[in-house]
């Protein structure tokens, strides 16, 4: 065996074990029937579903500003752009709640014409957004970096817009970037507590109304039950993770 | 008619060049003698420090790449993902063009594109005469054709046709070669020697 192969089989192994053994134990030693109930796996659907949402949200909206970085230097727009990355995420939750804050005119307006992100769907899926668009936007930009800029000059010199040579030579030719950018974006959602946890504890609409998001049942799970029913439902949470990220993957392919 | 008259420097290197002719233009020199440079200031890929570029004594010289009427072909040139009888179309769509079937069928025939599928598919000199295909379909002003010709097999047939395609069209065509016999096919030859342009004939 290489030394390479070594230390990236020693490096991959700090990654894995944690996760292996959280697995062992939530459906070994510490499996707690709270973790694997109809709350944990509604709790998972609202969670996979608000990501997805929320990676979608990413590609319709930040795959034109992440190929305009790419041909466009703007170093100040950049740092702009990975803002939500670099601050601490509740700070996110409160940014937000501070839109449709009754306190501020803005916030005023929005509640007025019925936009409200405190405990909503639709709140949610803008905390998941935005913490995820700085992930999304730096994947994108070097893989349309290294696209070869030939097509793009070639298709404008045959007539084509800007606009047009984007959605029509640019886009179809970013499939396999645009869907693994998507999938990191995704497993960030996933992943997010800080400004959920702020933004909605729990959402108060149909159809999930009293579900928390994944993350935040598991930390309700631990303050509330201690460590069982928190690694169990992580153990449950992990294994579905896994199962979505593998089919992904063999749908790209 | 194209009469650029341009001056650039990127780095340490400086092009001073001067083109003033029409129809089969041929352009040659060593590797890094400006060549490349010189057609992405005709194009518009880069803007010159000084002077001016003329299509048909139209000033083209702050105008973007899809509003000059100049086709930049290099040997990555092309749309991908399209099939080869959607690509050849594409420009002429862009451009509201009606679509000719026979003189496609022509120009098909002429230019050898006796074969299909997706265009990244293709082999390399397969996709250049498909993109050089879909240019003069288009009916640019100008073809600017850099170092492709030298890929495609059965090059002086291919040239000589492809000549023969533009000149009916009126189109103007600028090609670098490292080829003497290529040269020969052209109607002026400007030689590029460290960014100096010379007029050879």
């Known amino acids: 065996m290489n030394w390479l192969k070594l230390i990236s089989c020693l490096s991959l192994a700090l990654l894995v074990i944690p996760v292996v053994l959280l697995l062992y134990e939530g459906f070994g030693p510490l499996r707690d029937p709270i973790g694997y109930g109809y709350e944990v796996f509604r709790a998972i659907e609202l969670t996979l579903l608000s990501s997805a949402i929320a990676a979608g949200l990413c590609v319709t909206i930040f795959t034109p500003l992440a190929y305009y970085f790419a041909r466009n230097k703007n170093s100040l727009a950049e740092a702009l752009a990975d803002i939500p990355a670099s601050i601490p995420h509740p700070i996110i939750g409160v940014a937000i709640l501070v839109i449709v804050s009754p306190l501020t005119p803005f916030g005023r307006f929005l509640l007025s014409v019925g936009i409200n992100f405190f405990n909503t769907f639709l709140g949610l899926i803008t905390a998941l957004t935005i913490v995820s668009a700085p992930i999304y936007i730096n994947s994108m930009h070097p893989f349309f970096q290294s696209m070869n800029v030939a097509h793009e000059n070639y298709a404008l010199g045959l007539g084509a817009s800007k606009f047009r040579t984007f959605m029509s030579v640019v886009v179809p030719n970013s499939g396999r970037g645009i869907l693994t950018a998507s999938l990191i974006a995704m497993s960030r959602a996933m992943s997010e507590f800080g400004s959920i946890s702020i933004v909605a504890y729990y959402v108060l609409q149909q159809p999930f109304y009293g579900v928390s998001p994944a993350p935040v049942l598991i930390f309700e799970y631990y303050t509330y039950y201690g460590l069982g029913p928190a690694v169990t439902a992580s153990a449950v949470m992990i294994l579905v993770s896994i199962a979505i990220m593998i089919l992904l993957r063999l749908v790209k392919r | 008619m194209i009469e650029a008259a341009v001056k650039k420097k990127l780095g340490s290197f400086k092009l001073d060049a001067n083109v003033s002719d029409e129809h089969f233009i041929c352009l040659t020199g060593k590797n890094g003698s400006g060549k490349t440079t010189l057609l992405n200031l005709i194009g518009g890929i880069l803007t010159p420090d000084e002077g001016h570029v003329m299509l048909n004594s139209k000033?083209?010289?702050?105008?973007?790449?899809?509003?000059?009427?100049?086709?930049?072909?290099?040997?990555?040139?092309?749309?991908?993902?399209?099939?080869?009888?959607?690509?050849?179309?594409?420009?002429?769509?862009?451009?509201?063009?009606?679509?000719?079937?026979?003189y496609i069928a022509e120009i098909k025939t002429g230019l050898g594109i006796n074969f299909d599928g997706k265009v990244r598919k293709l082999s390399l000199g397969m996709r250049e005469r498909v993109a050089l295909a879909t240019s003069l379909i288009s009916r640019p002003e100008l073809i600017l054709v850099d170092e492709t010709l030298s890929n495609i097999d059965n090059r002086r047939d291919f040239i000589v046709?492809?000549?023969?395609?533009?000149?009916?069209?009126?189109?103007?065509?600028?090609?670098?070669?490292?080829?003497?016999?290529?040269?020969?096919?052209?109607?002026?030859?400007?030689?590029?020697?460290?960014?100096?342009?010379?007029?050879?004939?």
């Open chain 2, 161 to 201: 046709a492809f000549k023969n395609f533009t000149m009916k069209a009126n189109i103007d065509v600028i090609f670098t070669t490292q080829s003497p016999e290529d040269a020969s096919e052209a109607d002026h030859h400007y030689r590029l020697e460290s960014g100096k342009s010379t007029r050879l004939f």
């Open chain 2, 59 to 102: 000033n083209i010289t702050s105008l973007p790449i899809e509003r000059r009427q100049v086709s930049i072909i290099t040997p990555d040139s092309c749309i991908p993902h399209l099939d080869v009888d959607r690509h050849m179309v594409w420009g002429a769509k862009n451009k509201g063009l009606n679509i000719d079937d026979d």
